[in-house]
């Protein structure tokens, strides 16, 4: 019995070896039961190198992908604790309805595009039939603190636990990568974003990241301590940045820009900046703790919210540009500064500009009015009607987001379908 048992351990690791080829198989020893061997080889066909496909559980490592190279997302792939998933640069990620990639809790994302290499993960419609809402988007989820001391679930169908006591926890890298069509809500209060980062730790890597056509926010943190920088958000939906649970880190170098409503119907209250700081009973230390840096935001629909700061939350504004954010209502950031029961929300602004002032939270200047603050961010805007979908517009380089040079050059994409 013992000989038919290794022998049937034996069929499986062949089989794991044929269908995963660069994914690693943590090995079985021979006294093992026949019936792991076969968990096992069905638990790592979630990263099949041969059809290049991301489905299931992914354990162990993986690595899929290549310059050109099409990798399919199967419904929800979820990169368990342990687990290493590598893309390469150049690979083109496509996912349908119900498709999401979930990094868990101990297991990391290493999706290091270049420039000239982007990793691009999109809808698996045609070109100019894609649309928002096709797929679902990206989650990190970590062990960071975060504003609550009970357990807290993602916002999603999947309800994944996250937080936890590691400021420094890594989920991996996320660098020129784009995600376009994607985010999806299922219900009020329930979504996936185009990035979601849980409880994401600093020795997490957000560089060069775009978000494209979202359905809801380009991206989200909710509580962690990870920094990100060089962020794109192109014709979302809701919010291009969204902090809450207790964020505390530093985003920089942020470039916004919208589109009409007849391309992309907007949520019930988009803004630019959605910045929380946690539940009613978040204090001075576990509140959001945010600073945003160099940073555009650009609406020619002159319709959005420019954003909020409430529930505790204390946000840094420092070099910044707007134009065209209507100016009513919370547009300002004006929130009442007793929403939380144990610290007031607070906001501070410096280099700050603006076509029209903006006032802070407590009624004192933030955004300092420039009349000519359009040009100073986009020269050339984007044409929006049929034929003009592969344009790009002409970015003043020179605007507090891009601080110089249009890192957007080369990888970003703007098509709205």
């Known amino acids: 019995m013992k ?3 290794m022998l049937k351990s034996a069929a499986a690791l062949i089989a794991v070896s044929a269908l995963t080829a660069q994914c690693s198989f943590l090995g079985l020893e021979e006294e093992e039961d026949d019936s792991t061997a076969l968990l096992a080889a069905l638990a790592l066909t979630a990263c099949n190198q041969d059809t290049q496909t991301l489905s299931g559980e992914i354990r162990g490592l993986c690595t899929l992908g290549g310059d050109g190279v099409t990798v399919t997302l199967s419904g929800t792939a979820f990169v368990e604790s342990g687990a290493v998933l590598t893309i390469l640069p150049g690979s083109i990620v496509k996912g349908s309805s ?3 990639l979930y990094v868990k809790q101990g297991g990391r994302i290493i999706a290091e595009g270049t420039s000239s290499k982007p990793i691009v993960f999109t809808s698996n419609k045609d070109v100019g039939s894609r649309a928002p809402q096709d797929w679902g988007g990206i989650v990190l989820v970590g062990n960071a603190p975060i504003s609550e001391t009970q357990t807290l ?13 590691n400021s420094a926890d890594s989920s991996g890298v996320l660098k020129y990568v784009r995600v376009e069509f994607g985010s999806y809500e299922f219900s009020t209060g329930k979504e996936w974003n185009a990035y979601s980062f849980y409880a994401v730790g600093s020795g ?3 560089e060069y990241l775009q978000s494209l056509m979202a359905a809801d926010d380009a991206f989200e943190f909710f509580g962690g301590a990870a920094n990100a920088s060089y962020l794109l958000s192109v014709g979302t939906s809701d919010d291009d940045v969204d902090v809450d649970e207790g964020y505390k880190g530093t985003i920089s170098y942020v470039f916004a820009y919208r589109y009409t409503n007849a391309l992309n119907t907007f949520s019930s209250d988009p803004r630019a900046f959605e910045l929380d700081g946690g539940k009613a009973t978040a204090t ?4 959001s703790d945010a600073t945003i840096q160099n940073f555009s935001m650009y609406d020619p629909t002159g319709s959005l919210r420019l954003g909020t700061v409430r529930d505790c939350a204390k946000i840094t504004f420092s070099n910044g540009q707007v134009y065209n954010y209507n100016t009513s209502g919370n547009a300002n950031f004006v929130t009442s500064s007793s929403d939380c029961s144990a610290v007031a929300s607070e906001m501070t602004c410096s280099s700050f500009t603006a076509n029209g002032a903006r006032t802070s939270i407590t009624g004192g200047a933030c955004a300092t009015d420039d009349a000519s603050i359009q040009t100073k961010i986009v020269t050339t805007e984007k044409v929006l009607t049929a034929g003009n979908e592969a344009q790009v517009p002409t970015l003043n380089a020179t605007t507090a987001g891009l601080g110089g040079t249009d890192w957007t050059s080369g990888w970003a994409n703007w098509r709205w379908n």
């Open 3 to 5: 000989g038919i048992k």
């Open 98 to 100: 119900g498709a999401a």
């Open 153 to 165: 679930k993602t916002e999603d169908n999947v309800q994944t636990p996250y937080g936890g006591n």
């Open 204 to 206: 997490t890597t957000l």
């Open 284 to 287: 001075a230390s576990t509140r």
